[in-house]
């Protein structure tokens, strides 16, 4: 007989579990664990154990020394880092992003690149009846974001015309810049202004000022933005967020 699952019943992946289990028990030790200590110790039969390593091994989650030992793999510590310093940036972020929400009654972001995107990751929004609304976790492509083109200017003009090929710069709105001499010329003038402003081309009727944040080696570490209905949105502006984008750098090193 089949049994049914229950219906708030989470689903589990053996597999994942599994993995889990034993990057959980290498974790535990200090000095690189063999493969009897961890089917002892997760009950996993070895060959089960030795085949789950081995993919783990082949992704950079786990090492084997040369005694035939396991211990955690760098890529672990690559995925830590990263974490780290997007949850470093938001905590140092936000009580200047909330400091300039009460300033200027707009909405504020903060976000990161991803490849070819923009990811909103931190947002400071004000209370007031009609407001740009970001979703934390949302995305958008570089080339219609205030942010975005400022990353894509940091690039150089190569990264710029890289970027063009491999997106073929889809247009948002009629405002969209979708000529890649256009979008050239807009990221290298944003990056020697130190904004970019982004005139409804991502949304009608929106328009954004943003700047760049850079960390202690002096890399591009994320951007901060306005976002206003485009009538609302002032030029004056710009000031106040580039200080702002300057106090966080200084925090972030």
Not at 68 to 79: A, D, E, I, N, T
Not at 110 to 134: C, F, S
Not at 233 to 240: G, M, N
């Amino acid at each position: 007989m089949t049994s049914t699952p229950k219906p708030n019943a989470t689903p589990r992946i053996q597999v994942i579990d599994r993995a889990t289990a034993l990057l959980d028990t290498i974790a535990r030790y200090p000095d690189p664990v063999s493969l009897k200590v961890l089917t002892a110790e997760t009950g996993l039969h070895a060959s089960t154990a030795h085949r789950i390593l081995a993919a783990l091994i082949q992704n950079g989650f786990v090492e084997r020394d040369p005694a035939g030992h396991y211990r955690l793999g760098l890529r672990l510590l690559q995925l830590g880092v990263r974490l780290r310093g997007d949850v470093d940036l938001r905590a140092i972020a936000r009580p200047v992003m909330e400091t300039l929400r009460d300033q200027l009654g707009e909405s504020i972001n903060l976000t990161i690149r991803e490849g070819d995107e923009v990811v909103y990751i931190e947002k400071a929004t004000p209370n007031r009846m009609i407001h740009v609304q970001q979703l934390i976790g949302a995305r958008a492509p570089l080339h219609v974001t205030a942010v975005g083109k400022l990353m894509l200017g940091a690039g150089g003009e190569d990264a710029i015309r890289a970027y063009a090929e491999r997106t073929n710069l889809p247009a948002y709105t009629r405002h969209s810049l979708s000529d890649v001499e256009r979008l050239r010329a807009a990221c290298l003038d944003a990056i020697d202004r130190g904004y970019a402003l982004d005139d409804e081309e991502a949304e009608l009727d929106v328009g954004c000022i943003g700047v760049l944040l850079y960390d202690s080696t002096g890399r591009v570490a994320g951007g901060l933005s306005i976002s206003a209905l485009i009538e609302r949105r002032q030029l004056a502006w710009i000031e106040d967020l580039q200080r702002a984008g300057q106090s966080i750098s200084e925090q972030l090193g």
